[in-house]
C-alpha cells in the first residue's frame, strides 16, 4: 500500500526538477514542510510552462488547505505565473481592473488631444480634473463636448455628471 511513508520528501530543487511527478507526490504527502514546497517552487521554474502548471495544479488540487496556503504565499514570492484557483480569481480581477484604469487614461490622453488640437487653454485645474477621472463613460462625454466646446470649462457644463 502507498503511503505518505512511501513518498520521499523532497527539499532539492534539482532534485525536484529532475523528478517533478514524485516532487507532486511530496508535496501531497510533505507539504506542510515548507522546505518541500520550495524545492518544488523553485523546480517548477526550471520546467516548460505547460508541464509546470500541470504540475502545480495537481499538487494544489490534491494537498490539504494548509498546504495551499502555503503553496500560494511561496508561489506569489516568486516569478512563475501561480495558477491555483485563488490566483486566477485574483490575477483575473486586477487584469480587468488594469484595463478599465488603460481605458480610461487613454480617454483622458484623448480629451486633452482634442482640446490641444482645437487650440483650446487648458488651465491646470482643467488638466488634473480629466485625468484624475476614471469614469469612462464622461471621459467619453467630454471628449465629445471637447470638440464643440469654446472654452476649457465649458466642456462640464451640466447637471448630471456633478452626481459623478
Known sequence: MLGPGGIPAITDPQQAAA????????VMAHGRDRKVVEAFASALTELPHDYAAKYYAHAYDMSMPEVRHLLEEIMTSTDWPVHSP??????????????????????????????????LDVPDDVRARITSCTDLALLETWAARAATAQTAHDMFDGASEQDR
Open 19 to 26: 523528478h517533478p511527478e514524485l516532487a507532486t507526490l511530496a
Open 86 to 119: 485563488f490566483a486566477r480569481e485574483h490575477y483575473g480581477r486586477g487584469m480587468a481592473e488594469g484595463k478599465t484604469e488603460g481605458r480610461a487614461e487613454e480617454a483622458a490622453k484623448l480629451v486633452l488631444l482634442v482640446m490641444d488640437a482645437r487650440g
